[in-house]
């Protein structure tokens, strides 16, 4: 009886033993394991559903559950640099875009308003032509006067025409170029003295006094149409925009490594306010007087082209009615 009793005891010991235990077991299992796996899983789902921030939270979680609790955080930080990363590489590509975008537009405009002066320079000569040939059809030919004197002004408005081209021609040609390809040592002082040469009888017709002081003559490294196409537009402004008894005066000059020529006048002087535009082509402080005298208003335009292509600049020093300094800096070559 005891025995059995005894045995009885023993089995229900064992049996709540094994119960606790079991039931320790599960509670260990749920702690350690089923609750880490299913906080993982929820993190994974954040995860996937592109919340990079929180962390995988497995603080009990044991052996190869911590790891997948490790591996997934850091499965996390990688997305985060990465996505980061990406969202720098778009921004950068996007404002590249956005410049290349907004440089684009600008070039079409410019182009746009090209085509819309060059087309209106044309149709004034143009205009002009054929309301002189008109009337030369209607009977102003038969008249000994009106006749030759209409012919005579169709000739100036197809010279201002071939004017226009070549000046036009010039200065596309001079921006397409990036770098003069068959550079020479050329002189200033030789380039000065063409100049005078091809503009003297212009000066005679304006009785404007044309002085070359050169006593120095340095040199630069360049071409020599470039170089003509700069020094003889400058002179030929200082000699159009100037006064009967006036003066042009070109100097030439070494400063430092620099070869300096400079194209002073007696003349009309250029407004305050005008002297950052005169580089632009068709741009006139008068447009009149700047028809009158034949000007194409790409002058300028060239001038500034060619001493870029010369690794140079442009200066400007202008008195209103009393004249205008036009400086011309070059690198000189080296000796
Ligand atoms: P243009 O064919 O009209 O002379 P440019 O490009 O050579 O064209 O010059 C642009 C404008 O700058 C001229 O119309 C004139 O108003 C002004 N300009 C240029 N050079 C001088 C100067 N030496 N003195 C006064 N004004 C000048």
Same mark, same amino acid.
């Given at each position: 009886m005891m025995a059995g009793t005894a045995v009885a005891g023993t089995a229900v010991v064992a049996a709540v033993a094994a119960l606790a235990s079991l039931a320790l077991i599960s509670w260990w299992l749920n702690r350690r394991v089923l609750r880490p796996?299913? +906080? *993982? %899983?929820?993190? /994974?789902?954040?995860? $996937?559903?592109? +919340? *990079? %921030?929180?962390? /995988?939270?497995?603080? $009990?979680?044991?052996?190869?559950?911590?790891?997948?609790?490790?591996s997934l955080d850091l499965l996390a930080e990688r997305l985060r640099v990465q996505g980061r990363e990406l969202a720098e590489e778009r921004q950068h590509w996007r404002g590249i875009a956005d410049r290349e975008l907004a440089e684009e537009r600008r070039q079409a405009e410019t182009r746009r308003d090209l085509v819309a002066n060059v087309s209106h320079e044309l149709k004034t000569p143009l205009t002009a032509i054929r309301g002189y040939a008109e009337s030369l059809?209607?009977?102003?030919?038969?008249?000994?006067?009106?006749?030759?004197?209409?012919?005579?002004?169709?000739l100036d408005q197809c010279q201002r025409l071939e004017a226009l081209l070549r000046d036009q021609l010039a200065l596309a040609r001079l921006e397409q170029i990036e770098q003069i390809a068959d550079a020479e040592v050329i002189d200033l002082g030789e380039a000065a003295r063409r100049a005078v040469e091809a503009l003297n009888p212009l000066a005679r017709e304006r009785e404007v006094d044309l002085i070359l002081a050169a006593d120095d003559s340095p040199r630069i490294r360049g071409s020599r149409s470039e170089l003509d196409n700069l020094v003889l537009n400058l002179v030929e402004n200082a000699i159009k925009y100037n006064r009967p008894g006036g003066e042009v005066r070109m100097a030439l000059a070494t400063d430092g490594d620099e070869a300096v020529i400079e194209v002073a006048d007696?003349?009309?002087?250029?407004?305050?306010?005008?002297?950052?535009?005169?580089?632009?082509?068709?741009?006139?402080?008068?447009?009149?007087?700047?028809r009158e005298q034949g000007g194409t208003g790409l002058g300028l335009a060239i001038v500034k082209h060619a001493a870029r292509l010369l690794g140079g600049r442009v200066e400007v020093e202008s008195r209103l009615g009393e004249g205008s300094v036009f400086r011309v800096r070059l690198p000189g070559a080296a000796a």
């Open positions: 796996l299913r +906080d *993982l %899983a929820k993190d /994974a789902e954040r995860l $996937a559903g592109g +919340d *990079l %921030a929180s962390r /995988a939270q497995a603080p $009990a979680a044991v052996g190869e559950i911590a790891a997948l609790a490790r059809e209607d009977g102003a030919l038969e008249d000994p006067e009106i006749g030759p004197r209409f012919v005579s002004r169709i007696t003349g009309i002087g250029i407004p305050e306010a005008a002297v950052a535009r005169i580089f632009e082509r068709f741009y006139r402080v008068d447009k009149g007087r700047a």
